[in-house]
């Protein structure tokens, strides 16, 4: 390595303080014991990418120049990412310790956890916090909605880690296989070709779609009732984004997810109990905002087409015990939770229970929601890991 | 020359003869206890002499000397053995028939019954003989008594003998019994007698005998027992209890209790009450239909209003989302309305009806919590294909179990066969008293109300 001074150690200087940040950064999350439910394989996942980082960096000095735009494309695409996680981490990792946000977070690892278990993709998820729920690919993070410490949120996670098992579900037997982005890519082709929308925007619809499918089909009612009553803007129903479906599409999309299970299940018994889920609890919970509106037949019939394909999906490739249990009595444990029971059931039967209730008691003072939420909460973060 | 026999003194002497051969009849029914009591305690003893004789026997064995004496001392304790055996399981048959037994409290009013016919016999003879009475104003009042009053008694106590005697034997396959531990889970004292199909029953005067109730020939499955809810809401009704009185009164018009009747069913049977009255005996309402059938929307509108207020999700709400399925695709098939025209006012009494009934400490809601509690893992018994399980906690928990597999696969009938078969396998009677300690209790039914109640009621 060839040092000199001036203009190249100035150059220099700033490679290294980017070296020892990364370096930090392993330090710290190797120093912290307060991970949570991590697990050993994505902190070796951390690992690699800042070795990988550094590695990147030290070719820089390697080359002698000062390569100030190289410097800059590598902050700006490379590093940003991996600090961004890092605090993401750190301060998850806080906010576990910290008195306020400690059970909502554990109750938040507990559905996560159970999620994943149930999907079958053996990978565990870190968890953070940010201004609104997202997903971030880096290291796999989900980050929850500060401040809430309420359990009306939880539901939204389970979209969030939709779009990881996106990326991650393989098909049986075809370890490298990802058949959900391989539909995704397909279907947003023909998409494309049928209406004229843009492919690239039509594939960030189609993933949205799949992460709705996978929270719905995972956590029955409770997601869509969740995302509808807080994250949806009646004002913009019909208004699609260049990543997002609109509302209706998605409501719709949910909707049909749940009655393709009816059709699924060798039960008349559980296939009604799906049927009564979508038809007579998260439709007209839709109707009641949204106003008694149909989609058009050929708008109808897409949604149809493509709820059907992405259940299909998950069912074809997930475990059975993904799919949500529509013959677990909700209402009761929803009456037990309101009575201040102390229960123990699956986080997404707590999660079921808790949308049920809320949208039974819509007259609910604030106090009494409150202290729901916080039975709920407490039930969740006492599962069984 | 003897003057010709009195007709009329003959008739009378006949009848007289035959009111007092039911009271004889009723008498010895109710011997049939004795002659078990005489059975078991001679089992009994029997088992006792046998226990002292084996012991008599082993210690002789011990004592023995010579082989081949000890040998046979043996033997003889080995047969003891098998003996003893043999008069156990005697016992218990035995044991078994004086728990199908019930005994008939209602001797008395059936001697009641007969003494005032006995009564009225004579009182037609001395109202003759001291020309009070004119031999055609005579025959006219005999005619009244054989024919009517004597003619129901008479077909009353062919079916209460008659259904005895399948109850005794157990050729009613134990299902009065099963509908006994229902009818006692619900808080009545009413217990079942099989009898006659209803058409052949005769039809004139509601034929009394107290506290039993009539499970028709040929009924005698476990899909019809959750209909004697409505006979334990009837009953519940007759008490007079301010709570019932209440809600009769807050019935719509026209109703004479068989809404609260149903209302009373619903809330403590749940889904299998409303699969067992919509989907087997429900008549769906057609076009321009006369009086009746629009009662029966009403009824199926109150029993699905009140369970949905049960429980909405899981399988509980499924056996609902099913039963109203099949209900209003049948209703329109006859292009009869669903909603019934009066909806609201029927609304309002569900909705009373249910806080009603939450007041009445005797009686357990069955929602959809009791539902998983109490039929959940009958259910899961009842879809696998090996026979046994541990008892099912609750008759009523049994029938929403069987209801609901019935419902799976309701379009095959061997499917539905079996599971009424393994339904009536699982459960095993539980007495708490000694043999033949049932007794129905002396509730007094109000007038007879439309629906399928088939009590015995009094005229």
Known sequence: MSESTGANAGFLTQVRQEIAEMEQIEAALHREHGLGTTSAQVRDEFAVLLRERTRELTELVDAGAADWARLDQLRAGRLAAVKAAALGVLEGILLRAHPLYADVTVAAERVLDDLVDRTGIRRDVLLSVAGAERFERTVGIIRMRFPDV???????????????VAGTLPAPGQSSARPVEEYVSTEAELEAAITGADPTQARHRLHELFADVYATYALGPAYPLAVLTLRARPDRFEDATATHPSWTRRMWTMVEAIRELSVLVASPLVGQAYRRDANVLVLPRWFAVHGERLLDERAQRLVRRQAKALVALLDRNAPPRLRYDGAFDADGLGQRLAAGGDESAAPGAVLNAAWRWRTAN???????????SAVAVTSLRTVTA | MPPPPDLLVIRLDELQEDIEEVQQVVAKAETRHERLKVLREAGASAADRLRTARKEAHDAALDAEGTQFHEALESLSVSLKDVAAQIRQINETVAD???????????????????????DIRDIRASVRSGELSYADAWAAFDD??????????????????????RDTGLDDRISELTDALLDELGTELLALPARPADAAPVEGAPSLGSLIKLWFPEWTIWGVPLFGYDAGLAWVSRGTPLAAQLLAAEPAGSRGCLVADAYATYALGPAYASAAILLRMR???????????????????ILRILRALGESGT???VVGIVEECWHEAVRQRGGQIEPANRDELDRFADRALSTLDNVTTLRRFDSQLW??????????????????PPPETVRGLLNAAWAARLEKFDNRAYVNAIGTKAKRLWTPR?????????????????????????????
């Not at chain 2, 008479?154 to 259904?163: A, I, N, T």
């Not at chain 2, 893992?377 to 090996?386: Q, S």
């Not at chain 2, 000694?434 to 039914?445: F, L, M, R, T, V």
């Open chain 2, 284 to 302: 769906t309402p057609a076009a321009g239909d006369p009086a009746g059938s629009p009662a029966e929307a009403a009824r199926a509108h109150v």
């Open chain 2, 431 to 459: 007495h708490g008293g000694g043999a033949g300690d049932k007794w129905p209790g002396s509730s007094i039914h109000s007038p007879r109300k439309p629906g399928y109640g088939t009590t015995f009621l009094p005229r």
């Open chain 2, 372 to 389: 998983d509690r109490e039929a959940r893992g009958v259910l899961d018994l009842l879809r696998i294909a090996e026979p046994g399980g």
């Open chain 2, 97 to 119: 028939f004086d728990r199908a037994m019930i005994h008939l409290k209602e001797a008395e009013d059936i001697n009641n019954r007969c003494g005032q016919i006995l009564e």
């Open chain 2, 145 to 166: 008594l054989s024919d009517t009053r004597c003619r129901t008694l008479f077909s009353d106590y062919v079916d209460l003998l008659g259904g005895l005697t399948l």
């Open chain 1, 150 to 164: 309420t359990v009306w949120g939880l539901p939204i996670l389970a979209h969030e880690l939709g779009h990881m």
């Open chain 2, 316 to 318: 509980f709400g499924a």
């Open chain 1, 362 to 372: 819509p007259q609910a003072d604030p106090e009494t929601t409150r202290r729901f």
